[in-house]
Nanobody
């Protein structure tokens, strides 16, 4: 079992920044890939960013490339999502997720465990 707890969401003006954190527990953190997804009202949950076990390889959705950065600290069992130049269309509940297998990290079905989500609201 893996437990994931997100934090860092909030209300920010367009052009601002937020840093999301996801603390993991229950299994050796460095053995699984991590991802961030988001879900806006009335829309499906979508991929945002992912990072492999060592942190050496990352993936981003085209909509956030160049603005968001995913990173991980395996010593702290935490994955981060630094979000810069935020836009109103980034407004959503953001979820972190853990992939204990070797799935394709850009695919939602690769992930076995999910956090409860944290709200990000970007005002125009």
């Amino acid at each position: 079992q893996v437990q994931l707890v997100e934090s860092g969401g909030g209300l920010v003006q367009a052009g601002g920044s937020l840093r999301l954190s996801c603390a993991a527990s229950g299994r050796t953190f460095s053995t699984y890939g991590m991802g961030w997804f988001r879900q806006a009202p009335g829309k499906e949950r979508e991929f945002v960013a992912a990072i492999r076990r060592s942190g050496a390889i990352t993936y981003y959705a085209d909509s956030v490339k160049g603005r968001f950065t995913i990173s991980r600290d395996n010593a702290k069992n935490t994955v981060y999502l630094q979000m810069n130049s935020l836009k109103p269309e980034d407004t959503a509940v953001y979820y972190c997720a853990a992939d204990l297998g070797s799935g394709v990290l850009t695919h939602i079905r690769a992930y076995e465990y999910w956090g409860q989500g944290t709200q990000v609201t970007v005002s125009s």
